[in-house]
């Protein structure tokens, strides 16, 4: 119940609660070195106890309105999932983020995924600007910005400390403007502009 599909994969998104810590961490310890590249999730769900506090604590703040947190499950596996870490309606902000483990890696999960959970947010919640925050060096989820339609606004240096090391955190995000038009140029509403006579 309660499955938002992600295509005729098989894959399907639904929120991930307290009472799936077990499955949560069985998740995380199959990708447990490969998630914690550079994110610290895998660090702070070690146990079903802390597994279970996490998950409560996104559930507390959705019950409160300021974030989410979603898991991406592919043939009835717990594989990966989305969030938004921080959701200020009233300021129209959040940030958006992933993970997934290594056999779901190059499906376009995270993808398909985080632009339904985006779509909502901006449709649904009245968001403007939501935000993808980084490390430099992960190129993959840097490639998903890009692909929902994402600019780069800059980087804050040295910003993160993970595991020993200080990483440059870059900042991508999309404004509900250039989302709505994004999608009505994919469904043909839009048409791109003609270039003028100068090619330019």
């Known amino acids: 119940m309660f499955a938002t599909s992600l295509g005729d994969d098989g894959a399907v998104l639904r929120p991930l609660e307290p009472w799936r810590a077990g499955e949560f961490l069985a998740h995380m310890d199959r ?59 009233k300021m129209g902000t959040a940030e958006a983020g992933c993970w997934l483990e290594p056999a779901a890696a190059g499906k376009g999960l995270v993808t398909r995924a985080a632009r339904l959970i985006i779509d909502w947010a901006v449709e649904e919640r009245g968001i403007h600007r939501v935000e993808w925050l980084v490390a430099a060096g992960n190129q993959a989820s840097i490639a998903v910005a890009r692909r929902l339609g994402m600019t780069r606004d800059g980087v804050l240096r040295e910003s993160y400390p993970h595991r020993g090391e200080r990483h440059d955190v870059e900042v991508w995000s999309v404004l509900a403007p250039d989302w709505r038009a994004s999608k009505a140029l994919a469904t043909g509403a839009l048409t791109p502009s003609a270039p003028d006579a100068s090619g330019t």
Not at 44 to 53: C, P, Y
Not at 57 to 68: F, Q
Not at 73 to 79: N, Q
């Open 31 to 89: 990708g447990r070195e490969f998630i914690g590249r550079f994110i610290a999730l895998p660090d702070v769900v070690v146990d079903e106890a802390s597994s279970r506090a996490f998950l409560q604590a996104y559930a507390d703040k959705a019950a409160a309105d300021t974030a989410r947190i979603y898991g991406i499950w592919k043939d009835g596996t717990l594989v990966g999932g989305v969030l938004f870490r921080t959701m200020d309606v």
